[in-house]
DNA sequence: TCTGGGGTCCTAGGACCC
DNA sequence: TCTGGGGTCCTAGGACCC
């Protein structure tokens, strides 16, 4: 058996724990840039707010249901999904963390799976204040669907026998199945497709011809047969990538340098935080893809590096002669992407016959940097070259603090 | 004015190997 | 007339996830 236990409204909740006078009322939270709605309290949900709903295009609305509005605040959410998952690992000892608010467990051998599932509700909400929702069933993908439907029943539910599990598939809308996504819903709702039950009732072969190995697995498993098993163990990154919107269009080539920069001096934050080396970087650019496509480009460069690195000076130096290869004047550009593939964990970095490394002495600086910005906060110390105005930076108009993360944020007591 | 960011897996087709 | 069989690796594109 397995649970899936999933935080409510999670980003929302987040909030609500510093700031308990947005319990009980709508509250959305926006993603990078102020751009869309990312999450939505219940309250939020029933005024009717769609789940990517663009910010701007909707503050007729978030100001006549006098809706709460936060900025994504992922350093808070990260902590706090830390503390719950936590938490979670005290019930069994196979545990997936599959994202940031969802976390698989494997109950094997456990029986009195209600009373169970209950107990790490109390004990998740009691601990960290996050609310949480509990499916539990013989498979993944029924797993899933126990947690969704647990939501109309208190926050728990166990599917366990044929009769629990095509009651809860009957009325399951096909969309909803973990697995299903925007096309393969149109396809099947084409072909009368729209319960999971009906799904389940397709040909195997059907199955298979229409949705790859991927949808038959998907199928197998609302039979109840386990196909897709627990990940306990990181699989190691394939590629890493840091993209983000500016917080204003521009054609400035001396702006896109600053932005390249600083994004290639995050991405090696990020490969040496994972103890990673990349051995091939790309850098793109992209207008604005919602533009007359007249004026659209997304002009880019995969360059293999000759000695994999994640030193940040040698990062940024390779991603700026890729940028300037690919810039185009004129462009309206809305995004850079500096990303590393090739990724080789640092300790099993081969060396170059025909040249020798010379990295050494920057690998350091990172090391001095990495522990300055640790110690005194990210972004005390970096390049010059990612600017001081950063007039690209993203918007966050509704910031909150780093409670739980940053000393001067700490919460006051009266 | 304004529309997120970061990933995974699978398939098909082409280049190449002996 | 008539041109094999069995592989690997890479890439692009398309689907999906939160």
């Avoid at 799976?113 to 109390?122: A, I």
């Avoid at 009957?170 to 393969?184: A, H, M, N």
Wanted: charged share 20%; net charge positive.
């Amino acid at each position: 058996m397995f649970a899936l236990a999933d935080c409510n409204n999670f980003y929302a909740s987040c909030h609500r724990l510093f700031e308990p006078q947005y319990n009980g009322v709508p509250v959305v939270v926006l993603s990078n840039n102020d751009g869309c709605v990312i999450a939505r309290s219940d309250e939020a949900k029933t005024c009717g707010i769609k789940m990517g709903a663009p910010f701007f295009k909707i503050k007729d609305e978030i100001a006549k249901h006098n809706i709460a509005v936060f900025s994504s605040h992922y350093t808070l959410y990260g902590d706090i999904s830390a503390r719950v998952m936590t938490n979670l690992a005290r019930f069994t000892p196979d545990v997936e963390v599959y994202s940031i608010d969802e976390c698989f467990l494997g109950l094997k051998g456990y029986d009195c799976l209600q009373n169970y599932g209950k107990e790490m509700r109390d004990t998740v909400i009691q601990h960290t204040g996050i609310p949480i929702s509990v499916g539990i069933a013989p498979t993944k993908v029924l797993a899933k669907v126990a947690n969704k439907t647990s939501k109309k029943h208190n926050g728990v539910m166990v599917l366990e026998t044929e009769e629990q599990i095509s009651k809860a598939l009957v009325d399951y809308p096909v969309e909803d199945l973990w697995g299903v996504g925007r096309q393969f819903s149109h396809k099947l709702i084409k072909e009368g497709i729209e319960t999971a039950a009906q799904f389940r009732a397709l040909p195997m072969a059907w199955v298979q011809a229409h949705m790859t190995i991927v949808g038959l697995r998907m199928w197998r498993e609302l039979w109840g047969e386990s196909c897709i098993p627990l990940k306990t163990m990181l699989d190691p990154k394939k590629g890493m990538c840091t993209s983000r919107a500016f917080g204003k269009l521009t054609t400035d080539y001396a702006e896109l340098k600053e932005a390249t920069s600083s994004y290639a001096a995050r991405l090696g934050v990020k490969l040496r935080r994972e103890g990673l080396c990349a051995s091939v970087i790309s850098v793109r650019l992209l207008t604005n893809k919602f533009g007359s496509a007249a004026l659209e480009a997304f002009p880019s460069i995969t360059m293999p590096l000759e000695h994999p690195v994640n030193n940040t000076l040698d990062l940024v130096k390779v991603a700026l002669l890729g940028l300037q290869k690919i810039y185009l004047r004129g462009y309206m550009f809305q995004k850079v992407e500096v990303t590393a593939t090739g990724l080789i964990p640092e300790a099993e970095v081969q060396l170059n016959i025909f040249s020798e490394y010379k990295g050494l002495k920057h690998d350091r600086v990172s090391q001095v940097l990495d522990q300055l910005n640790l110690h005194y906060g990210a972004g005390t110390l970096r390049l010059a070259g990612e600017g001081g105005q950063q007039k690209w930076k993203m918007k966050r108009q509704f910031l909150k603090p780093c409670y739980t993360t940053n000393w001067n944020d700490i919460i006051k007591v009266r």
